[in-house]
């Protein structure tokens, strides 16, 4: 792809996005919906997805960002949801769908058939992390969803190579293919294991927030790298090492967490945003060579795919959340009993998304012997409805569903009554440990510098508090949301000053630089006091 196109899919996507933040259509579908309307508009450029650029360039980097933004402490307690899932549900929905495609399509081989049910088994890490953000699932279905999300892809990959090889005529068999699984996922956690600590260590001994971050960016690319070159999994080897990287981030120092949360952020946005117009791009490119399957056949059978993709999901889910009760009294005991509204909505969740379309488009057109691949352009026309479909209807409707079964959310109350109290514990130890330093004659200071520093502790612990105050009647501001303001408007002053005093030469552009950035980080502690 030439630099223009490139640039105008960024830039397109990131503008499109945007916008849908200002609308109650989640960005995703938006996205996709005007990559759809666009693909037909004269002289834009054939954006072809290619999987040599999608599952090396940009899978890594998606499911790391996700990965570190996930709890490992979360996805440990929800260890067996996430295991059936991400590798029980994808291997069932390989052989349900691959069956059900081999019957309700005549003259598909089995063998393809498979290949379609592997490439359309796992939900998409970038759509189920989405629409989970936007729709605010409890937090246990969000982490169940997070957890397949990043683990599903490794073993739909794996299957997607064992049923290709059984298609192109190598010779796979179940032993071969069992063999090839075990082998990738464990050699992908080897992997993430044996990167993870040296990782870490140079992250935590660069001294520099640029090297350091720059070392951030290089990260996934690195673990997947290795792990595809010992025909591992790179997936499960990116995800090992992020969920460790994540959850010992608060070893590195301050400036590099602020960096990196603005780096990672901006590479998610671009990335995802990316990523869901290429869907809608790849119309064109889908519809070209059907051949014999044009028009309400073809339409049949992504109807008929679609609707067993979906089914296929309940079929697993609801099995897979209550016999593990039934069989283990000690789950009964350790675990709450769940109703069937979760598992309901964790079976409707089940969009797919571009990792789906890159395997699908790497399905080789020719066999070693030289014949076709048999019905290639069906197996990614397929893929594609089957991706939209879930998207839009899956997507659209989860909101209204969650609403109507009146699922309880997350629980702002709660949460902000455990943060106050974690702020005031952290905040006690630490005016004890500022009382020892001021003991040492060494640490002297001026008691106007001392009480500055107990006021600083002062309006920490009493921040959180405020959130849970009362509302001023006239403005309808929280005294937090009012702090904040007065806050900002007295920054903006100081800043307007150093301006007028730059432009009158009175300091130069280097100090005003130096007087922002001092202010920037005035006003960024004064936001996050109330938005994190």
Do not use: C
């Not at 939209?388 to 109350?413: A, E, M």
């Amino acid at each position: 792809m030439h630099v223009l196109p490139l640039l105008l899919l960024v830039a397109g996507s990131a503008a499109v996005a945007g916008a849908a933040r200002r609308t109650p259509v989640p960005a995703p579908l938006l996205l996709v919906a005007v990559g759809l309307v666009i693909a037909y508009l004269p002289g834009v450029p054939d954006y072809r997805l290619d999987p040599e650029v999608v599952l090396p360039l940009l899978l890594p980097p998606l499911l790391y960002t996700a990965a570190t933004d996930s709890s490992y402490l979360d996805l440990r307690a929800q260890l067996r949801p996430v295991a059936l899932l991400s590798v029980g549900y994808v291997l069932f929905a390989t052989l349900a769908v691959g069956w059900a495609a081999y019957l309700i399509v005549p003259g598909l081989p089995l063998t393809a058939a498979l290949v379609l049910g592997a490439v359309v088994a796992p939900p998409d890490a970038v759509a189920a992390t989405a629409v989970a953000r936007r729709v605010g699932l409890p937090s246990h279905i969000t982490t169940i969803l997070q957890g397949e999300s990043l683990v599903n892809d490794a073993t739909a990959i794996t299957a997607y190579k064992v049923a290709l090889a059984a298609a192109i005529g190598e010779g796979a068999t179940w032993a071969g293919g069992i063999g090839e699984f075990l082998l990738a996922a464990v050699g992908g956690v080897v992997v993430g294991l044996v990167l993870m600590m040296p990782i870490h260590w140079l992250r935590t001994h660069l001294n520099e927030a640029l090297l350091q971050n720059t070392l951030s960016l290089l990260i996934p690319f690195v673990a997947y790298g290795v792990a595809e070159q010992v025909h591992a999994s790179g997936v499960l080897a990116v995800v090992v090492v992020a969920l460790y990287v994540g959850h010992r981030s608060w070893e590195v120092d301050f400036a590099t967490r602020l960096q990196e949360e603005a780096v990672w952020k901006m590479v998610a946005f671009v990335l995802e945003s990316a990523v869901f117009a290429l869907i809608g791009l790849q119309l064109p490119v889908v519809l070209e060579g059907l051949g014999e399957y044009q028009g309400a056949r073809a339409a049949w059978y992504a109807v008929a795919v679609f609707v067993v993709v979906v089914a296929a999901r309940f079929v697993w889910v609801y099995p897979a959340t209550f016999l593990p009760r039934l069989l283990s009294s000690r789950i009964r005991e350790r675990e709450k009993n769940p109703t069937w509204k979760g598992p309901f909505i964790i079976g409707w969740a089940g969009m797919r998304g571009v990792v789906s379309l890159a395997i699908a488009f790497s399905v080789p057109v020719t066999l070693h012997n030289g014949a076709d691949f048999p019905d290639r352009n069906l197996v990614l026309f397929l893929t594609f409805t089957t991706v939209i479909g879930t998207l839009v209807v899956q997507g659209l409707t989860l909101p209204p569903l969650i609403r109507l079964l009146k699922l309880p959310g997350r629980d702002q109350q709660a949460e902000t009554l455990a943060e106050a109290n974690a702020q005031a514990q952290a905040s006690r130890i630490a005016e004890q440990r500022l009382d020892e330093l001021l003991d040492d004659e060494r640490n002297t200071l001026p008691p106007p510098l001392a009480d500055r520093l107990r006021a600083v502790l002062e309006r920490r612990r009493n921040a959180v508090w405020e959130r849970l105050g009362s509302v001023n009647p006239t403005t309808g501001e929280t005294v937090d949301d009012t702090y904040r303001r007065l806050s900002r408007e007295m920054i903006g002053a100081e800043r307007a000053v150093f301006v007028r005093l730059r432009d009158g030469r009175h300091i130069d552009d280097e100090m005003l630089r130096t007087l922002l950035r001092r202010l920037d980080l005035e006003e960024a502690a004064a936001y996050r006091e109330v938005a994190t």
